[in-house]
């Protein structure tokens, strides 16, 4: 089992439908999430950042924390075709400095 | 407009050169990173320095070679590379760990220098 999983790609919704981003990992010990988006040929940006159990919203972001289930995830509402992009879940875990990254879902948003 | 400014963006190197990236940032971080990424691949970290020391090797070749000459830059000196170290090389910053806390601070990355060895 891989440390950090996500949804398998491409995600393909219209625009301003909601988007759904999801990640699971293994080590019950992380304690900080993040979320970020690379663009095609740029570096990552960071989105979200969670570390608590619920909810985060930011904007037409909204990031789910469920430490019990081990899952963290993604809602981007209304969303736009630029926020076409490769979506990467990260983990920190017990070792400080050390994120692990997941594979990234490619989300693409049609007119 | 990024905060950690990389140089140079695009490097073309031959496998006997010398060469070497910078990495600069203006956040007042004390954390920073050298990370690598292959096309369609997630970014693998390299190293990780904390208060200019070197905290993290994730048992990178000795073709690679870090430098934290003081807390707001950070070098990667290259030497004797291969074809496949051919990615884009990332640097990013962070807070450091919060006193009494666990909890990693979020890394903010610069554009990247796009490496190709020929």
């Known amino acids: 089992q891989k440390e950090v999983e996500q949804n398998s790609g491409p995600l393909s919704v219209p625009e301003g439908a909601i988007a759904s981003l999801n990640c699971t990992y293994s080590?019950?010990?992380?304690?900080?999430f993040f979320w970020y988006r690379q663009y095609s040929g740029k570096s990552p940006e960071l989105i979200m950042s969670?570390?608590?159990?619920g909810d985060k919203e930011d904007g037409r972001f909204t990031a789910q924390l469920n430490k019990a289930s081990q899952y963290v995830s993604l809602l981007i509402r209304d969303s736009q075709p630029s926020d076409s992009a490769t979506y990467l879940c990260a983990i920190g875990g017990t070792s400080y400095g050390k994120l692990t990254f997941g594979q990234g879902t490619i989300l693409t948003v049609h007119p | 407009d990024t905060e950690v400014t990389q140089t140079p963006k695009h490097l073309v190197m031959g496998m006997t050169n010398k060469k070497s990236l910078k990495c600069e940032q203006h956040?007042?971080?004390?954390?920073m990173y050298w990370y690598k990424q292959k096309a369609k691949k997630p970014p693998e970290l390299m190293f990780v320095y904390s208060y200019e020391k070197l905290s993290i090797n994730e048992s990178v070749p000795s073709r690679f070679s870090p430098e934290c000459p003081n807390s707001s830059l950070l070098n990667l000196h290259l030497h004797a590379l291969q074809p496949e170290d051919s990615a884009l090389y990332l640097c990013?910053?962070?807070?450091?760990?919060?006193?009494?806390?666990?909890?990693?601070?979020?890394?903010?990355f610069g554009d990247g220098t796009r490496l190709s060895i020929l």
């Open positions: 080590d019950r010990g992380s304690q900080s």
């Open positions: 990013a910053s962070s807070q450091t760990r919060i006193i009494g806390g666990d909890s990693n601070q979020p890394q903010h």
């Open positions: 956040m007042g971080h004390r954390a």
């Open positions: 969670i570390y608590s159990n």
